[in-house]
């Protein structure tokens, strides 16, 4: 039995992909060939080939003098900016690709992502409407109907296909972590349909929310929800696997590998012929910790062709949320995941066989919420077998934190992820965070005395939320603004299946007129305090701030960067220090915020 496992492109340049790794090294331990590929990444280095990029930029001239200042399109402003410039983006994009990936250094990162996002975007003229960056993909569903908004086609047809058929799988499995990858993956699907006789699993955590909202009640019964199955059975060619993925993908390939019966199969979405309905197997046990493989990164381009000087990766030390309480919260429900905490020794195993086989400069934790106790753990042993890595994670502001945080950046702690949400205590309370003002404060202060960045994530109109409690949040990040590197802001939005969705009434949530209440700002409105429209407009003002502007981060639009790239534009000489330097030498770094 063979399986590729594809990753569709519409994610940000810089890490692997967590979802294709865990899953192929999962079925390798238990026998089956797999092969991953980050189509994302090798779309990009694809469509920058010089020669490929160079008749795109000419055939993009050639739309631009066409369409004249009279049409409009997105991003027309931006675009025009551009085309003054485009053949300086191309020679920066020219000097730092080669065949294997990208020469990318600490000196020319920032140019270089500025340009191969110029390029990306005065190309995207060839595709209109369709606009693709290096952090945002705006595409319709008529990219899949009309092929000349699609910009994956070419890479699909001439490098993708090839490639998948040379390995001769049995089954081939696409992971949807985030929207963004939606159209991209569908029209994947709809080219493998077309070229390869080979059935195709869909499944990631997108697509679990995806099924979330059609089938919530866990008794396996078939939803009637007609119109959410349709958009679920557009994805599947024949099968999808919500929730996590490890065990129904081996019960899947065991099940095709003996003709067996796929109703055996845990959490398999499949369409039934005879029934002409969709069938949704029962939920299944969440795979213990113990049986987890350690996370390979075979097969993917690493220290290649991502966009960044360090080599990043990303590792769990946890599936799931310990917390898991956070009233606005759905993430760790939306895939069943319990908290289970990794093998202590398996998370230093992995660490060790990043840095020693792929040279895996900084792990990025992917955990949900680390507890202190794990953090404080991988420093000790860290420290204990000298490795040098630097890392990062998602943590909560928990008092247990304020004793290692000095040891953590001594092990090459570098960033830390805090859900802060709001400046303002009722707010916080209501919300069920769980911690106090102050040791979120200690927090930020050993942080910086350590040189650890800081991202701090924040909410405005929780329900109920006043203006005024909106602004306590504003002037706790203005006060603490040389503390914090990055700020992640949202106006909040009701998510299906949180403990707010269960208790509308408690937190004045009415339905529109006309409306059923879902995750879309439109079909409902708050009773009390600022709505959906006045949070947005106090999200936008904070560009503008002088203190905060330039650390907000943009997840969406042409300028949009992950974490990854605000972490390496903004500190270099951190990262690249040393941790065991800085263990001989505590606190040399100072603030570094
Ligand atoms: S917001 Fe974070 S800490 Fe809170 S429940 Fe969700 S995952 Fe856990």
Sequence with gaps: MKVVLLSPPGLAPFTPPLSIMALSSYLRQEGIEAATIDTSIEFLHFNLFPERLKDKIQAAKAVFASLGPEFSYPEQEEITKINNRIDRDF????????EEGFNISKDNFETAAAAINNALLFTSLVNLPTI????CLYASESMLRNKSENPFLEYYQKKLIPRIAEFQPDLIGISYSYESQLFPGLSLTAEIRNALKVPVVCGGSFFSIMCDAVYKDGTGSVSTKKEQEEDLLGLLHPFGIYGEGEEPLLALCKCMEKNGQYRHVPRLLYYDKKLEALKVNHHSKTIE????????LKDLPVGKKYLTPLVFAPLMSARGCYWNKCAF????????????RLPQEKIIQNIKLYKEHYGVDFIVFTDEAMPPVTLRFLAERILQEGIEIYFGTMMRFEKGLLHTIELAAKAGCRFLSFGFESG???????????????????ILDQCAENGIAVELHVMFGFPTETVDEARETISFLEKNSDKIAVISANPWVLAVGSHIYDHLEHYGIVPNEGRVIADDPSTYSVTEGIGYKQALEMVNSLYGNPLLGKKILRRMGVHGFSEEYYYLQRHFPEALASPLAMARNPGAEGNHA
């Design 289 to 296: 910790a113990g049986k987890l493989p350690l996370i390979d």
């Design 329 to 340: 919260c759905v993430l760790a429900e939306s895939i069943g995941s319990n908290w289970r």
């Design 424 to 442: 303002c205590r009722r707010i916080v309370s209501a919300m069920r965070k769980g911690y106090s003002h102050e040791t979120a404060q200690h």
């Design 91 to 98: 020679a920066v994009v020219q000097e730092v690709w080669g």
């Design 132 to 135: 693709h960056t290096l952090n």
